[in-house]
């Protein structure tokens, strides 16, 4: 009993994976005020050393919270597992060969979160997180609501942010959904997008800000499916907007907030899909997710979401009997 009562009360968050995406996540949860104990975990321990010091410096100007390095064992009463961890591709290496490290490294970090008893959530952020959060639920062999993966849940961000900055309309007054695979065949659920409370298909006619609606609609939807590659290119790496992400998802999971997200989760039969994981908008609270909402979507979506569907159908087809 009182372990349970320590169990509910103390929220403790597990990063595995300290670098950039990691170490920006953890800086923002602290801030946040959000979990009371953060642990680091990565193979490369002086930097697991480094960004837990700088970190742990900040503790004076954050919300009380403990920030330490940790292990294995740490899984075990953790109510939340964020797996940051991977390689990047070298020269020479292909898609396949990378694919195959990262689901190496996050099938065996799942394993072990399994083997500690761990009874919380795993959210996968590794990238091809569709892909490697399909990994990670079948390795530890736990139930698909508990195993999800960060998805669109930056990509539906960048969405609102263009789609604020077009119509002049304060962000916070936008609600829209990027679907399907986080990469380069997902897309924007245009029947699923407000705008100040109003469907998109009703307020674009009458709205005066723009005249070629349809073609700024184009645009928008393939500069959110170019945003990560355009950061890249600038300065190598994306974390700031993710670690925010992240930060989101975690609160409606240690809070229980029942917030609509476009987490990436296990589909089995929903939209005629079966055995991938990809995003969809869905309910996020401490039991992870529990429902994943069946939009009506239009058919070009539909078609839209079988496309991505098949993309990852075949990634996962060519790490079946390697990894899987
Ligand atoms: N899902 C998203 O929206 C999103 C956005 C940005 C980045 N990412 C992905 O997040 C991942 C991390 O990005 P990053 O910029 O932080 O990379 P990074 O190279 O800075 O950090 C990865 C860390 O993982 C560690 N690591 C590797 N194998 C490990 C293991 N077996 N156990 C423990 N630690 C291990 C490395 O030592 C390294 O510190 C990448 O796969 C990236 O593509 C996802």
């Given amino acids: 009993m009182i372990e349970k009562i320590l169990f509910e009360q103390r929220r403790k968050v597990v990063v595995t994976g300290a670098g950039l995406v990691g170490a920006t996540y953890c800086y923002a949860l602290a801030q946040s005020g ?41 899984y075990a009463d953790s109510q939340l597992v964020v797996i940051t ?37 795993m959210l996968i952020v590794s990238n091809p997180v569709d892909v490697l959060t399909y990994v990670a639920l079948k390795r530890s062999g736990w139930e698909r609501s508990r195993v999800i993966g960060s998805g669109t849940v930056l990509d539906s961000a960048r969405f609102r942010h263009l789609l604020s900055n077009h119509c002049g309309v304060d962000v916070h007054n936008v609600h829209a959904y990027m679907l399907g695979e986080h990469g380069d065949s997902e897309f924007a659920a ?3 997008t407000h705008v100040a409370g109003i469907n998109i298909d009703e307020y674009c006619p009458v709205c005066e800000k723009c005249t070629d609606w349809k073609n700024q609609r184009r645009l928008i939807e393939q500069q959110v499916r170019d945003s990560a590659y355009h950061i890249i290119n600038y300065k190598g790496s994306t974390h700031y907007a993710v670690g925010l992400a992240l930060v989101k998802i975690t609160g409606a999971i240690l809070r229980g ?45 539909v078609d839209s979401l079988l496309r991505s569907a098949g993309i990852l159908r075949d990634a996962i087809d060519s790490l079946k009997s390697i990894i899987i």
Avoid: Y
């Fill in 190 to 192: 245009w029947s699923m």
């Fill in 34 to 74: 959000i979990a009371d104990e953060i642990v680091l975990i990565d193979r490369n321990d002086n930097l697991l050393q480094g960004q837990v010091l700088d970190l742990i410096h900040g503790q004076p100007f954050f919300p009380t919270v403990i920030i330490r390095a940790g292990s294995a064992s740490d």
């Fill in 257 to 301: 907030q029942n917030s609509v997200l476009t987490v990436s989760t296990f589909l089995d039969g929903e939209f005629g899909i079966t055995d991938i994981c990809l995003s969809m908008p869905c309910i996020v609270s401490d039991k992870g997710v529990t429902q994943i909402i069946k939009s009506p979507l239009s058919k070009d979506e």
């Fill in 85 to 121: 961890a991977g390689v990047s591709q070298r020269p020479g290496e292909t898609r396949l060969q990378l694919l195959i490290k990262n689901a190496e490294i996050v099938g065996s970090i799942a394993e072990e979160v399994a083997e500690n008893k761990c009874k919380g959530i």
